[in-house]
């Protein structure tokens, strides 16, 4: 049989939901597409899309699309909402009559469709968690900017993988705006290249991986993407995830137990790393081939010079611990 997928450009505008519990406008459209799926009446699911999702999808290749999908699969007997998805989609487990699916749909704010997305659908046996409950601080001291953080791609490119899509990379800037001193030519020209980085909150380490090279700024390394690792197991099931430490820097080791404010290791610049920077995520298992991000919340930081609790950081901000 062949695979049915269908991928589309999501446009957001502004309507962003982080709730588990389905809203009676997701509801309202997925009974409407259902409905007008069964009857075979794709042209009026046609209209229940964006004037954007329109353009990226015109009539007859949503046609095409849909009954190639009813010709495969049958009609939907059974649809179930399980969750949101990246602050957007709302996500079905959808029965068809040959086929199970996730179906999932993301509506701006004016209840037009603008994200569709059907996939195979898999039952997760693996915890759900949506947020940290542990009490975290930053993992560094002094200053940093944000340069990727938040819940769209607009705003963080991780949002794209399952484990990262929470993640946030920081760097040091100065007063104009630049991370490095003079010309960005080498690591030690970098700001944040050798900063001290700490753990947020007690745990215990159960995975170090060191001695990769760091690379010269602007170079990769594809061979192991997080570069020198820690990952920090919470007393609350939660694992955060520390990335691209500086060669043969990191000072804790696999199984010791640790405090809040502990030094980890160095800023570097090794992995899938361009410039020496501090990648920090949180997952729900320690396997990131397995793992789902869960958004970090931290307990009390300044954010542009702004004393906020219980915050989670985006893209452009100057952060600092309280």
């Known amino acids: 049989m062949k695979k049915i997928f269908l991928f589309i450009v999501l446009l ?101 469709i603008n994200g569709l997305f059907v996939k195979p659908f898999k039952e997760s046996s693996l915890p759900q968690l949506e947020r940290n409950i542990t009490n975290l601080k930053l993992p560094f001291n002094g200053e940093w900017f944000v340069v990727w953080g938040g819940d769209t791609k607009e705003l963080n490119y991780h949002v794209e993988s399952d484990a990262q899509k929470n993640a946030f990379d920081f760097i040091i800037k100065d007063q104009n705006g630049k991370s490095y001193k003079t010309d960005g030519k080498t690591n030690d020209d970098y700001y944040a290249f050798g900063k001290e980085l700490i753990a947020p909150c007690d745990g215990e380490v159960v995975l170090v991986v060191d001695g990769i090279k760091d690379n010269k700024p602007g170079e990769l390394n594809p061979i192991y993407i997080p570069g020198n690792t820690v990952i920090i197991k919470t007393e609350n099931n939660e694992y955060l995830f520390f990335a691209h430490f500086k060669q043969n820097s990191i ?64 893209k452009n901000e100057m952060v600092k611990s309280k």
Not at 256 to 278: A, D, F, M, R, T
Request: a positive charge; aromatic letters at 12%; charged letters at 25%.
């Open 12 to 112: 957001f505008f502004g309507n962003f939901v982080y709730s588990q519990t389905e809203k009676s406008e997701s509801k309202t459209i997925a009974n409407n597409f259902e409905k007008n799926y069964n009857k075979s009446d794709y042209e009026a699911i046609f209209l229940l899309f964006s004037s954007e999702m329109k353009k990226a999808l015109p009539a007859d290749k949503t046609i095409k699309f849909l009954t190639g999908l009813k010709s495969q699969a049958g009609n939907i007997i059974n649809r179930e909402f399980v969750k949101y998805e990246n602050g957007t989609y709302a996500s079905y487990k959808t029965t068809f009559e040959r086929a199970v699916f996730a179906l999932n749909i993301s509506i701006d704010k004016n209840s037009k």
């Open 251 to 314: 000072k804790v080791k696999q199984g010791q137990k640790i405090k809040q404010g502990e030094l980890l290791g160095l800023c570097g610049n090794s992995g899938n790393s361009s410039e020496p920077h501090s990648h920090f995520h949180i997952q729900n298992v320690e396997n990131m081939n397995n793992a789902t991000g869960v958004k970090s919340y931290f307990e009390e930081i300044y954010v542009n010079g702004e004393l906020k609790k219980d915050y989670s950081p985006i």
